[in-house]
C-alpha cells in the first residue's frame, strides 16, 4: 500500500502497524474495542511428524498455465488438489498440528462518519492448537488502559467437539464470570470462520463427500454476489483510537482529507492522517485471482453454495467465495484468499490467509511456527471445571448465517432473547436481552404511542422488543424509534421497528446511511422483518443545531443534537416532566461500573473520558442542570447528575 503523506494534530510515542507498515507519532497505540476473535475448526486426522516451520522447504507456485487442457470432472480436480497439499495418505494422517498466526481484524460499523470507515483492531497473537476434533486458541491482545499505557488481555477459547468454552474478561471487564461456556452462535460462527481460514479442513470436507461437489459452470466468473463495499465506504480506516481522548489514527482519501481537514470535527477526532487513496484497490490488488486459471468447484451448504478455485497447474486452493449476512448491508460476498505456501512434514499449508467482507478486509493471517503432530500437554483440552455448555441447533445454524457479525460484535448475539426489564420511572423502561446485553433499549410511554431509543444490533432483540411493547401497551404503536449514532452496535437492529411502522429520529447526518439501510434488496440468505412486510421509510433528521420534539401532554421526549469527536451524527434524548436523559454511548455506563467498583473520578493526573465532558457541556448548553436521572447504552444503573460532575471533579 502506498504512504503519500502523514497529517497529525500532535506527536508522541511512534508505533509500526504489523499489518501495513504505517508509522504513527501518537500518545497512545492501542484500540478501544477487542473483538471476539474468529476461531479454528479442528482438523481431523493426519501425518505421524512433528516438524517446525523453521525447517519446512518454501515452495513457489509456478506461471498460471494456459487453459487448453480438456475440462476434468470434480474428483480428477480434488484428487490434484489433496496432491498438492502433500497427498490423499498424508492429509488422512495428518491429526494434529500447532502454529502462531498474527491476526489482524477489521469491522465494518466503527467508523467516525455514517456508513463509512472500517475498524482495525488490536492485532491478535494466537497460538492455535488443534487435535481431532479438539482446537484451543489463546489470542493475546494490547488495549490502552485510562492512565494510557498498555495492557495486556489474554483470552482463550475451547472447541472441544460440539461444546465451546470462553475464558476471557469481555469487552471492557463487562462480565461477572470469566470462564464460562460458549454461546451456541459465538460456537457455530467460530467453527465457520476457522473452517474458511484453513483450506485443509475445506479439502478433507470434500475429500470425505465427494457427493456434494460439483464442477462450475462456464457462466461467470465465480465470484460471489451481494453487496461490496465502496472506497468511499471502507475509508478512512481506523487504526488506533485513543479511549481518554477518542482521538483516531486514520488511513484516509485525498477526498476525504480536502472534505474534512480544518473542521470542528476533524479537529475533535483525528490524532493523525495518513493518506492513502488506493488503500482498497491495493487489498483488491492483493486478493484477485485470474479465475481463467483455475477450476472452479461448487461445494453444497446450508447457508449458500461455496465455490472452490483450484489452480489448474499447482492444484492449490487459491480461493474460496460464497455469501452470508449483514444486518445493516444485508447478503454480502465472503471471500478468502489462500498465498505463500509452505511444506512442513510433508504437507502444504498457506502462511497467508486474508478474509475479504464485502470486498473489504475482514482478517489478514500471518502464519508461522507450524508444527504438524505434536505432543501436547495433557491438559491442553481440558473442559473447565463447573462450567457445562448448552447446545441450540437453531441458534447455530442462524448463526452460520452473520458469522462475521457475530464475532466482530459478541454482546449483540443473533438468538432470539429474553427480554428483561428495568422501570426508571412509570411508564419509561430500560430493556435488554437476558441475562446479558451490550446495549439497553430505551423505552418511553406517551399518550398516543410508544417511543423507542437505541434499537441495539440484534433484530430479534428488535421483534422480541416490539412485542413486549405489545403486551405491556396493548393500545398503543410504536410511533418512533431514535438512535443515538450509527454504529452497529445501537443502530444495527432498527429494521424491525421500521416495519412496524415507527418513524426514525436520527441526526441529519444520518439520514443518507438510514434510507440505504431500508432500501437494500430483500435478502436471500436471513430474510428480516422489513423483507417480510416491506414498507416505505419515514425518518426525520435533526439538524445539527436544533432539537427535535416528539410532542406529547405527559412524557414529551426531545432528542438534542451533540458535537463531539466520537462521531458526526451523536444525539441524546431527554424525558421533559421525568428529566430523565438517555445518554446513549456518552459514558455514563462505564461511570456506573466504575461506582459500583467503589471508583468515583479519575486520579488526579488522568483526564477524564472525553464522551463524559462532552455529554456535560450538552446539558449545559441546553439548560438540562436539573436533570434527574442519566441512564445509558451500556449500562442498566442509572445515575444523577451530581455522579456526572464528581467524576469530572466539579
Known amino acids: 500500500m502506498n504512504r503519500r503523506a502523514t497529517r497529525e494534530n500532535k506527536s508522541g510515542l511512534e508505533f509500526k502497524i504489523k499489518s501495513t507498515g504505517y508509522k504513527f507519532n501518537i500518545g497512545v497505540t492501542a484500540i478501544m474495542f477487542t473483538t471476539y476473535s474468529s476461531r479454528f475448526l479442528a482438523v481431523p486426522a493426519l501425518l505421524a511428524l512433528s516438524v517446525s516451520l523453521s525447517n519446512c522447504s518454501t515452495e513457489q507456485p509456478a506461471d498460471p498455465a494456459s487453459p487448453t487442457a480438456a475440462p476434468l470432472d470434480a474428483a480428477a480436480i480434488l484428487t490434484t488438489a489433496a496432491d498438492a497439499m502433500g497427498g490423499r495418505d498424508a492429509l488422512a494422517n495428518l491429526h494434529g498440528y500447532s502454529m502462531h498466526a498474527e491476526r489482524n481484524y477489521y469491522i465494518i460499523g466503527q467508523g467516525p462518519e455514517p456508513g463509512s470507515g472500517l475498524m482495525q483492531l488490536a492485532t491478535a497473537s494466537t497460538t492455535v492448537r488443534s487435535q481431532a476434533d479438539r482446537l484451543r486458541l489463546d489470542v493475546l491482545t494490547l488495549f490502552s488502559d485510562r492512565d494510557n499505557s498498555l495492557l495486556e488481555r489474554k483470552n482463550t477459547e475451547l472447541v472441544i467437539g460440539n461444546a465451546g468454552y470462553l475464558h476471557d ?134 447457508v449458500f453454495p461455496i465455490t472452490v478455485f483450484v489452480h489448474k497447474q499447482t492444484g492449490r486452493l487459491s480461493k474460496v467465495s460464497t455469501m452470508e449476512w449483514d444486518l445493516v448491508y444485508g447478503d454480502v460476498p465472503l471471500e478468502v484468499n489462500y498465498d505463500d505456501w509452505q511444506t512442513v512434514g510433508g504437507v502444504s499449508f498457506p502462511t497467508r490467509v486474508r478474509m475479504s467482507f464485502a470486498g473489504a478486509p475482514r482478517i489478514d493471517s500471518t502464519r508461522s511456527e507450524i508444527v504438524v503432530n505434536p505432543e501436547f500437554a495433557a491438559d491442553t483440552f481440558a473442559v473447565p471445571e463447573g462450567v457445562t455448555y448448552v447446545h441450540d441447533e437453531e441458534v447455530a445454524q442462524r448463526a452460520l448465517r452473520l458469522s462475521q457479525s457475530t464475532l466482530g460484535f459478541g454482546f449483540a448475539g443473533v438468538a432470539r432473547p429474553t427480554i428483561d426489564v428495568v422501570d426508571i420511572r412509570p411508564g419509561i423502561h430500560l430493556l435488554f436481552a437476558s441475562p446479558i446485553d451490550g446495549v439497553y433499549t430505551f423505552v418511553v410511554e406517551q399518550d398516543n404511542g410508544i417511543v423507542v431509543i437505541e434499537p441495539g444490533m440484534n433484530d430479534l432483540k428488535g421483534e422480541e422488543i416490539i412485542k413486549w411493547i405489545g403486551e405491556r401497551y396493548p393500545d398503543k404503536p410504536i410511533t418512533h424509534v431514535s438512535v443515538s449514532h450509527f454504529h452497529n452496535d445501537h443502530a444495527a437492529g432498527i429494521r424491525p421497528y421500521i416495519a412496524a411502522g415507527a418513524t426514525v429520529v436520527v441526526h441529519a447526518a444520518a439520514v443518507d446511511f438510514y434510507e440505504n439501510q431500508a432500501s437494500r434488496p430483500a435478502s436471500k440468505i436471513l430474510p428480516d422483518a422489513l423483507d417480510r412486510n416491506p414498507r416505505p421509510l419515514d425518518i426525520v433528521g435533526v439538524p445539527a443545531d436544533e432539537p427535535y420534539q416528539i410532542e406529547d401532554g405527559t412524557r414529551p421526549v426531545v432528542i438534542y443534537p451533540l458535537a463531539m469527536g466520537h462521531v458526526s451524527d451523536m444525539v441524546f434524548a431527554y424525558v421533559e416532566g421525568d428529566e430523565v436523559l438517555y445518554s446513549g454511548d456518552l459514558y455514563m455506563g462505564g461511570l456506573a461500573r466504575d461506582i459500583r467498583a467503589g471508583k468515583k473520578q479519575p486520579a488526579a493526573d488522568i483526564l477524564p473520558f472525553h464522551a463524559a465532558v462532552s455529554l456535560n457541556d450538552g446539558i449545559r448548553q441546553y439548560g438540562l442542570e436539573g436533570v434527574g436521572a442519566l441512564v445509558s447504552s451500556h449500562d442498566r444503573q442509572p445515575l444523577v447528575y451530581k455522579d456526572l460532575l464528581t467524576y469530572l471533579g466539579q
Not at 174 to 196: F, G, V
Not at 261 to 268: A, H, K, L, M, R
Open 169 to 302: 474478561d469481555g469487552f471492557l471487564g463487562m462480565l461477572a464470570k470469566n470462564q464460562r461456556p460458549a454461546t451456541p452462535d459465538r460456537l457455530a460462527a467460530t467453527k465457520k470462520t476457522e473452517r474458511l481460514l484453513n483450506p485443509h479442513v475445506i479439502l478433507q470436507e470434500l475429500l470425505a463427500n465427494p457427493a456434494a461437489v460439483s464442477v462450475a459452470g462456464t457462466d461467470g466468473d465465480g465470484a460471489a454476489a451481494g453487496r461490496r463495499f465502496t472506497s468511499e465506504e471502507a475509508l478512512p480506516v481506523t487504526l488506533a483510537r485513543v479511549r481518554q481522548t477518542g482521538k483516531r489514527s486514520l488511513i484516509a482519501s485525498e477526498a476525504w482529507l480536502r472534505r474534512n481537514e480544518g473542521t470542528d470535527f476533524y479537529n475533535q477526532m483525528v490524532e493523525k492522517v495518513e493518506v492513502d487513496s488506493d488503500w482498497l484497490n491495493d487489498w483488491h490488488a492483493a486478493t484477485a485471482i485470474d479465475t481463467a486459471a483455475h477450476h472452479r468447484l461448487v461445494v453444497e451448504d446450508p
